[in-house]
Nanobody, 122 residues
């Protein structure tokens, strides 16, 4: 079992930055992938970014590439999502998730956090 707790959401102006945190506990193996997803009101949950628990491989959605950075602090068992140059379309609930597979999709995530809300005002 893996438990995930997100934090760091809030209200920010367009062009600003936020850093989200996802504290993980439980049995996590280096082969697992940690991911961030987001879900805006009235829209489906979508992939944002992911990395392998060993921290050496990262993936990004085209919409956030160059603006968001996913990183890992092994000592703290925490994954971060640094979000820069935020846009109003980044407004969503952001969820941390873990998969034991190599497929980064909503349907393949084994564990989910409860989410943290990010609101970007224009």
């Amino acid at each position: 079992q893996v438990q995930l707790v997100e934090s760091g959401g809030g209200l920010v102006q367009a062009g600003g930055s936020l850093r989200l945190s996802c504290a993980a506990s439980g049995r996590i193996f280096s082969s697992y992938y940690m991911a961030w997803f987001r879900q805006a009101p009235g829209k489906e949950r979508e992939f944002v970014a992911a990395l392998r628990w060993n921290g050496y491989t990262t993936y990004y959605a085209d919409a956030v590439k160059g603006r968001f950075t996913i990183s890992l602090d092994n000592a703290k068992n925490t994954v971060y999502l640094q979000m820069n140059s935020l846009k109003s379309e980044d407004t969503a609930n952001y969820y941390c998730a873990v998969t034991t597979t190599t497929i980064l999709a909503v349907r393949t995530m084994d564990y989910w956090g409860k989410g943290t809300l990010v609101t970007v005002s224009s």
